[in-house]
């Protein structure tokens, strides 16, 4: 592998790693706000649905880019 090729993987996977974290984050603090809104009986059970939404989102994101980190065992 050329070091340009390996610049480019090595700056890619820097790229998906820092995507992760950043999901993670925003996954952990969707958490913590629905717990605190699923305490509130004035909550809008709708708002609460979409937030919940957006957290299942965050988690498919979360496994596809740690399976594409995840080295292919067949290769």
Not at 4 to 12: K, R, T
Not at 42 to 58: A, G, H, I, P, S
Not at 62 to 69: T, V
């Given at each position: 592998?050329?070091?340009?090729?390996?610049?480019?993987?090595?700056?890619?996977?820097?790229?998906?790693?820092?995507r992760?974290r950043?999901?993670?984050?925003?996954?952990?603090?969707l958490?913590?706000?629905?717990?605190r809104?699923?305490?509130d009986?004035?909550?809008?059970?709708?708002?609460?649905?979409?937030?919940?939404?957006?957290?299942?989102?965050?988690?498919?994101q979360?496994?596809?880019?740690?399976?594409?980190?995840i080295?292919?065992?067949?290769?």
């Open positions: 592998m050329s070091d340009d090729s390996q610049d480019n993987v090595d700056h890619e996977l820097f790229r998906n790693i820092e992760l950043q999901l993670r984050i925003e996954h952990r603090d958490d913590e706000v629905i717990e809104l699923s305490m009986f004035r909550t809008d059970e709708l708002q609460l649905r979409r937030l919940k939404k957006r957290k299942l989102m965050l988690k498919d979360i496994q596809r880019l740690e399976s594409q980190s080295p292919d065992l067949n290769a």
